[in-house]
DNA sequence: TCTGGGGTCCTGCCTCGT
DNA sequence: TCTGACGAGGCAGGACCC
């Protein structure tokens, strides 16, 4: 989501040079706000900030008009409030997020095959196959922009480049609603003048290093020599901005993403003590993230909490586990125990459970049959069922499970079931 | 003054096996 | 049997992104 004010916006002209371009980076504007205007009419033109009006939001989006006074995304709301006093506070709604996010994927997809969405609110797309049916990329660009105006009802800029580096530079300097085209001879001259902040995996910490050392501009990064790009961000992030300063980026847009942990987590309203409290916190955020595994049908090998604490101090503390699994319970268990792990005198502002080291589940959705794990797992996926498709069916299933008089799962053979 | 929640990636340190 | 080099993997912390 871009966090600019919408000051220098950009729009290439319909004759523009696009040679040598293939990657449009679409990028919605201001898009939870958007989304609240088009489902309220009565806020457009107010400056809008999506967060929670109590507790320790942050702003997740803020309308323009909100962002002339300096309002940001991740600022405190109170924050946010006193730079802005006359703005709506409206709390997010993520789930009709997520929808209209569909209806404009869909959109784009229309376009090319080659879509890769990179969040709810912004996306890459190759358009180099599709110019005999829809034109060149800058006219594909302008067709798309139409087209989520017309069909959603919202804005979003487009920037059209040879590389997704420089497509994503280009939207952001062509928001809001607006397109900017770098042609591919035009990159060097693009990415010269700009400063290093402005490079996608430049935050302010690298930023800091590199202008500590006089690298200011895109340019600078261009010409320093790797031995103090290396000493300014490391190895690997040096190696990477010299590519991408010279405007090289042979990265392909990919549909496919595979994700790589699954983690919930939590801020109190107020800093907590009570270690029952949060013990019991980290089950129900286990709990979260097991439903989330086996939805998906993988199984965590390695378990990891986080804790951050009144001062913000944060501790991380991981288990590998000696099966995989995507069981709450042992999620919350192993959870648990990391928690013991760590000195926990000082009151606790955040709890939060994550599974890495992801792993497709063994057996099927819902695991092996022929052990306890697997009549666990059983028993988590008639949680899950319960709760999306109410408890008559799923409890008759469950009493099946349970017949044999124990109080736990009986293995379905014994039932002819499998 | 106050700092969310969901992620990815990198770095440094340590341990362990060869 | 002991020792050092080396790579792999686990773990903790931090930067960054939206």
Redesign the pocket.
């Known amino acids: ?1 871009g966090h600019g004010d919408g000051r220098g916006r950009i729009v290439s002209d319909a004759d523009v040079d696009d040679t040598g371009t293939r990657i449009l980076h679409v990028d919605m504007d201001a898009f939870y706000a958007a989304v609240e205007v088009l489902d309220d009419p009565s806020l457009r033109g107010l400056p809008i900030i999506i967060g929670a009006p109590e507790g ?3 702003v ?1 989006s803020a309308s323009y008009e909100a962002r002339r006074y300096g309002v940001r ?2 600022m ?1 709301v ?2 946010a409030m006193r730079l802005c006093p006359t703005a709506r506070i409206v709390p997010p709604h993520f789930d009709r997020y997520q929808a209209v996010s569909r209806q404009v994927m869909a959109i784009f997809e229309s376009f090319t095959p080659l879509v890769e969405p ?5 996306a890459f797309l190759d358009v180099q196959g599709v110019r005999r049916l829809w034109g060149s990329p800058s006219q594909v660009a302008r067709l798309v922009r139409a087209r989520v105006e017309a069909e959603v009802g919202i804005t979003c800029s487009v920037g059209v480049a040879a590389t997704k580096h420089v497509a ?1 530079m280009a939207s952001t300097i062509a928001k809001p609603d607006g397109m900017l085209v770098v042609a591919a001879r035009e990159t060097q001259s693009f990415l010269d003048p700009r400063p290093v902040r402005a490079m ?8 800091e290093a590199l202008e500590g050392r006089g690298i200011r501009t895109i340019r600078d990064i261009r010409e320093a020599s790797p031995d103090v790009l290396g000493r300014a961000v ?4 040096s190696a990477r901005l010299a590519q991408l300063a010279r405007g090289e980026d042979a990265r392909e847009v990919e549909t496919e993403r595979v ?9 109190f309203d107020t800093d907590i003590t009570d270690r029952a409290f949060l013990r019991a916190e980290l089950l129900r955020l286990a709990d979260r993230v097991g439903s ?1 595994l086996r939805r998906a049908e993988w199984e965590t090998a ?1 378990v ?1 909490i986080k804790v951050r604490f009144d001062d ?1 101090r ?7 586990l000696a099966d995989p699994t995507a069981v709450g319970q042992r999620i919350g268990e192993a959870a648990q125990s990391l928690f013991e792990q760590i000195d926990r005198r000082d009151p606790i ?2 709890i ?1 459970v ?1 599974a890495e ?1 992801l792993r497709p589940a063994g057996g099927g959705a819902l695991g092996l049959w022929d052990d306890d794990e697997g009549w666990r797992r059983v028993e988590g996926a008639l949680d899950d069922a319960m709760a999306r498709f109410g408890t008559s069916m799923i409890s008759r299933a469950r009493h099946i499970g349970r017949s044999d008089g124990r109080g736990a799962a009986q293995h379905p053979k014994a039932h002819g079931l499998d």
């Open positions: 989501m320790r939001s942050v997740s995304a991740a405190p109170s924050q990179l969040s709810v609110d912004e994503k996608w995996g430049v935050g302010p910490k690298a930023a490391g190895p690997a992030l994700e790589k942990s699954i983690g919930h987590e939590e801020t989330r390695t990891s913000f944060t501790v991380n503390r991981s288990q590998t502002r955040l939060g994550r080291n």
